[in-house]
């Protein structure tokens, strides 16, 4: 049998259980009524904020991929950290090794040997030795006609190949009472000293003149800072060497990335203070609009502090509205201008959606303040009698 206590008991769980139910479902319908009777002003508000969160998350979606290509894009104008020897001497044998454990295997060291050898006649022309893979990779922009593949195969520049061979005919090198026989396999134009260079194979040329590497080329990917980082820490292995920077790759790769993201987050801040204008002139004339429904409130004895909450929350769940649609809408715009600008996916980056989504917020709750410091100005007596 059940008592009457334990029916007691059992009728105050459920109550308890039920309790927060009215309040969610009233909150609900009151916000649903508002947006209803007032349409248009909830539809301006709610389409500042999609915009506002839509143009977030597109910049912030566009600064991560853009920044990652712009990088991808200078690692093709060559290397930005050069490793030379000091004083005319050869790096370690164990200096390339060094640099791959330190940068990490994604990272492209191409190591570089140089010669003074003399042609058949007699002039003088600088040989370098070098991984063709590697230079290749490296120096994308380098106009070559032709890689070499065999070992006795030479890429000339074309001033190097009026020294040695005008008709591009195999031609003789000799260093140091050694000579050797090689076919030019495609010429060289970069309107730079390589057009004055003749580049062999890395280990052709080391059994022709004995020369070790005396230079390695890297691409470092990474940010300034952490481009930086590596040079002081490649410095500390390599102590017989120079490991320094190139300044006109490092300072334009780092302007481009500076002037990008202070246009993407000038556009950014523009927009969403225009969004926010938007929200605030649409809360104003919500509070100018609903000044009886308020005041009915407070006479009902609703304190400050919840009709204050109540409409907060109306601004909050704007701005929540506002950034899931507005999330999804800027991650296809981001694709579209990826596509069309720079001709390559731009990758969703749904990490952003937890900023966007307290952006939106934030941005709604600033914009409610001034609405709600005349909301408590609000006096039932005198809104009720018509005043």
């Given at each position: 049998m059940i008592t009457a206590s334990e029916m007691l008991l059992s009728s105050k769980q459920v109550a308890d259980r039920r309790a927060p139910g009215p309040h969610v479902s009233m909150f609900a319908r009151m916000l649903l009524r508002a947006a209803v009777l007032r349409?248009?002003?909830a539809?301006?508000?709610l389409l500042a904020m999609i915009v506002a969160a839509a143009v977030a998350t597109a910049m912030m979606n566009l600064y991560v991929d853009v920044q990652a290509k712009l990088r991808s894009e200078f690692r093709n104008y060559g290397a930005n950290v050069v490793i030379v020897a000091k004083d005319g001497q050869t790096l370690p044998t164990d200096a390339l090794t060094k640099v791959e454990s330190v940068l990490g295997a994604k990272t492209l060291a191409v190591p570089f040997s140089y010669a003074v050898a003399r042609s058949k006649d007699g002039q003088s022309v600088v040989v370098v030795g070098t991984d063709f893979a590697r230079a290749r990779q490296l120096n994308h922009w380098w106009k070559v006609n032709h890689w070499p593949e065999a070992p006795d195969d030479a890429l000339v520049g074309m001033r190097a190949a009026t020294v040695v061979s005008n008709k591009r005919q195999p031609f003789e090198l000799s260093f140091q009472g050694k000579t050797i026989q090689l076919t030019p396999a495609g010429m060289l134009q970069t309107g730079a000293g390589e057009d004055s260079r003749i580049y062999l194979d890395q280990s052709e040329f080391r059994q022709w003149t004995g020369v070790a590497p005396s230079t390695i080329e890297i691409a470092a990917n990474g940010t300034t800072a952490e481009v930086d980082a590596s040079i002081r820490q490649l410095a500390q292995l390599l102590p017989a060497a120079d490991v320094r920077p190139v300044r006109q790759i490092m300072e334009g790769e780092a302007n481009v990335l500076t002037k990008t993201r202070a246009t993407l987050y000038a556009s950014a801040t523009l927009v969403i203070l225009t969004s926010a204008l938007c929200v605030l002139a649409t809360l104003m004339g919500w509070v100018f609009d609903r000044r009886r429904d308020f005041a009915i409130m407070k006479a009902l004895g609703a304190s400050e502090r919840l009709v204050n909450g109540f409409f907060a929350a109306e601004a909050a769940a704007l701005g929540?509205?506002?950034?899931?649609?507005g999330f999804f809408i800027g991650i296809g715009v981001a694709a579209w201008i990826g596509r069309v600008n720079f001709h390559a996916p731009v990758v969703p980056r749904f990490s952003v959606f937890?900023?966007?989504?307290?952006?939106?917020i934030t941005v709604a709750l600033i914009s409610a303040i001034l609405p709600i410091v005349l909301l408590r100005r609000v006096q039932p007596a005198i809104i009720l009698r018509g005043e």
């Amino acid at each position: 049998m059940i008592t009457a206590s334990e029916m007691l008991l059992s009728s105050k769980q459920v109550a308890d259980r039920r309790a927060p139910g009215p309040h969610v479902s009233m909150f609900a319908r009151m916000l649903l009524r508002a947006a209803v009777l007032r349409r248009r002003r909830a539809a301006s508000a709610l389409l500042a904020m999609i915009v506002a969160a839509a143009v977030a998350t597109a910049m912030m979606n566009l600064y991560v991929d853009v920044q990652a290509k712009l990088r991808s894009e200078f690692r093709n104008y060559g290397a930005n950290v050069v490793i030379v020897a000091k004083d005319g001497q050869t790096l370690p044998t164990d200096a390339l090794t060094k640099v791959e454990s330190v940068l990490g295997a994604k990272t492209l060291a191409v190591p570089f040997s140089y010669a003074v050898a003399r042609s058949k006649d007699g002039q003088s022309v600088v040989v370098v030795g070098t991984d063709f893979a590697r230079a290749r990779q490296l120096n994308h922009w380098w106009k070559v006609n032709h890689w070499p593949e065999a070992p006795d195969d030479a890429l000339v520049g074309m001033r190097a190949a009026t020294v040695v061979s005008n008709k591009r005919q195999p031609f003789e090198l000799s260093f140091q009472g050694k000579t050797i026989q090689l076919t030019p396999a495609g010429m060289l134009q970069t309107g730079a000293g390589e057009d004055s260079r003749i580049y062999l194979d890395q280990s052709e040329f080391r059994q022709w003149t004995g020369v070790a590497p005396s230079t390695i080329e890297i691409a470092a990917n990474g940010t300034t800072a952490e481009v930086d980082a590596s040079i002081r820490q490649l410095a500390q292995l390599l102590p017989a060497a120079d490991v320094r920077p190139v300044r006109q790759i490092m300072e334009g790769e780092a302007n481009v990335l500076t002037k990008t993201r202070a246009t993407l987050y000038a556009s950014a801040t523009l927009v969403i203070l225009t969004s926010a204008l938007c929200v605030l002139a649409t809360l104003m004339g919500w509070v100018f609009d609903r000044r009886r429904d308020f005041a009915i409130m407070k006479a009902l004895g609703a304190s400050e502090r919840l009709v204050n909450g109540f409409f907060a929350a109306e601004a909050a769940a704007l701005g929540v509205i506002g950034a899931i649609f507005g999330f999804f809408i800027g991650i296809g715009v981001a694709a579209w201008i990826g596509r069309v600008n720079f001709h390559a996916p731009v990758v969703p980056r749904f990490s952003v959606f937890p900023y966007v989504l307290a952006g939106s917020i934030t941005v709604a709750l600033i914009s409610a303040i001034l609405p709600i410091v005349l909301l408590r100005r609000v006096q039932p007596a005198i809104i009720l009698r018509g005043e």
